[in-house]
């Protein structure tokens, strides 16, 4: 088994809410509420969960893009969570995020050339030349042409301009990039064509991704081992086929009950969760799916069950398992 690049441990970031004429703290929003997992170096792991379950926050987080309100997190054996300002800045060169909306996260002020080339000069590389050339480079690496340099993000597809993303995130060749719904944005044709540049990519210079999504079928594809959130917890972490083949939590199971099968002869009993996700901001007692789970039990009100191994590499938090 390859040895882990990150390991998170603990991790939760509340968020506060305030209110009232000075603006008070009156609650907090547990955006992220104790979460572990490690990450092997080499692999995909998918992180998948309904909106605002703290996907992007915990992809955040890890980065110290925010900072966490507990937890450790580990990176190539240093625990980035005690690292100053300069050191977190010299390690971010190693660990990457790519975002969901490629409108947003390009600069539409600034060239491919300037956008692809800002990292490079951040971490150190002054001559012009060099850079001219890295991102010329960097453009063909993801598929678009060393002319593209000069023109502006407008001038481009959805897909392309996730390519430039993608373009910059590899500038300085990081270990590890997190993926926050690289494709969510992009229409259906294009999402394969840049899930299949992913994969190559990550072969092709060695990457650890951790791949966020909302949509079971996209990390099924590109997944090693799949996480499975709720209302800021991991509830479920395993291999991806023993995630689609025998998923344990009631929640994952919810979850793939409205996954098609690629044999249409075989069907699943499709659950229905009933109500919506509670809000994190005051998320029920005890295993916080207890409001919407077919099967909860009386102990499940009462005590938060513990993300154990049930299995040889197969993570569960869910009192039926215990
Ligand atoms: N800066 C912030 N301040 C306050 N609350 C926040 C902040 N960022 C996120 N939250 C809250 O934290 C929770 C988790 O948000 P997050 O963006 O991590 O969810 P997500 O799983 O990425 O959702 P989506 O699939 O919609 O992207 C949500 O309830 C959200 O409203
Ligand atoms: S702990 Fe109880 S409520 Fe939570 S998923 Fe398991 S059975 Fe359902
Ligand atoms: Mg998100």
């Keep these: ?74 990176f190539l054996d240093k625990d980035i969570t005690s690292l100053n300002n300069s050191e977190m800045r010299s390690l971010r060169k190693d660990m990457q995020i790519i975002f969901q909306d490629p409108y947003a996260s390009l600069n539409p002020r600034h060239t491919v050339e300037k956008i692809i080339g800002e990292p490079l000069l951040v971490h150190g590389m002054d001559s012009v030349k060099q850079r001219t050339e890295r991102v010329q480079e960097l453009l063909e690496v993801v598929g678009l042409s060393p002319y593209h340099a000069k023109r502006y993000p407008h001038q481009f597809s959805g897909g392309q301009r996730q390519r430039i993303g993608i373009a910059r995130a590899l500038a300085n060749n990081p270990k590890l990039v997190i993926c926050d719904e690289p494709v969510s944005a992009l229409d259906v044709s294009i999402q394969s064509q840049i899930l299949n540049l992913m994969e190559k990519l990550r072969d092709e210079f060695n990457l650890t991704y951790i791949f966020i999504a909302h949509d079971l079928s996209v990390v099924k594809h590109i997944s090693d081992r799949i996480g499975v959130m709720y209302l800021g917890r991991m509830v479920e972490l395993t291999d991806k086929n023993k995630l689609y083949d025998s998923p344990k939590h009631p929640y994952t199971q919810a979850l793939l009950s409205a996954v098609p099968l690629p044999d249409p002869d075989l069907k699943r009993d499709r659950v229905i969760l009933k109500g919506d996700v509670p809000s994190p901001a005051n998320p029920p007692s005890g295993c916080a799916f207890h409001t919407r789970c077919p099967l909860a039990m009386d102990i499940c009100k009462e005590v938060r069950p513990v993300f154990n191994p049930v299995e040889d590499n197969h993570f569960v938090a869910c009192h039926l398992y215990e």
């Design 1 to 74: 088994m390859q040895k882990p690049i990150l390991e998170v441990n603990g991790l939760k970031k509340y968020f506060d809410i305030r209110g009232g004429p000075i603006g008070r703290k009156v609650g907090e929003v547990k955006a992220v509420d104790d979460v572990s997992f490690t990450v092997r170096e080499g692999e995909i792991l998918g992180i998948v969960g309904e909106s605002g379950c703290g996907k992007s926050t915990t992809g955040k987080a890890i980065l110290r893009l925010i900072e966490p309100t507990a937890g450790k997190v580990t």
